[in-house]
């Protein structure tokens, strides 16, 4: 999270195209949630022998529009977002040429070349994937948590929503238990 506050002049200046990504993200997550409905809906009418042809046809249709729709929105949303953080890269190592470029000669006696350009691209590229990758899942994981948790308590059941949310907590302990161990 440190990373991001480090980045925060940057995801100020570009806020258009990473709000732009976040609204698609969530707009995205929401169709995502309409397909199981339209299945659980086709299923029960043909059990029950309530539906045409024609109806099951119509509803394959919804199913096949939302998935053209999230595919052209999915495609928006790249270009936003890891556009943002492609751009990012280029100014950082823009930025790092300009530093290294105003150095005196005892500065690259003193550091090796190799280290100043693993700096240039393997530490640029991490600081790039957190401003691309880490957004996404930042946000997807959120709203998709959030949008499902919602459907599962509104239309499933909110006692069996709170059953398969129990092992939660101990899987937070456990994870934190076994990081500090690693470490």
Known sequence: MRLFAQLSWYFRREWRRYLGAVALLMLIAMLQLIPPKVVG???????????????????????ALIAVVVYLLRYVWRVLLFGASYQLAVELR????????????EFYQRHRTGDLIARATNDVDRVVFAAGEGVLTLVDSLVM???????????ISWQLT??????????ALMIQTLRRSAA
């Open 162 to 171: 709170l059953l398969a949310l129990l092992p939660m907590p101990i899987m």
């Open 145 to 155: 948590g959030c949008a499902v948790l919602i459907v599962m308590s509104t239309q």
């Open 41 to 63: 809906i086709v299923v029960d009418g043909v059990t029950a022998q309530h539906f045409t042809p024609g109806r099951i046809a119509m509803w394959i249709g919804t199913i």
């Open 94 to 105: 823009e930025d790092y040429y300009r530093q290294l470029s105003r150095q005196h000669p």
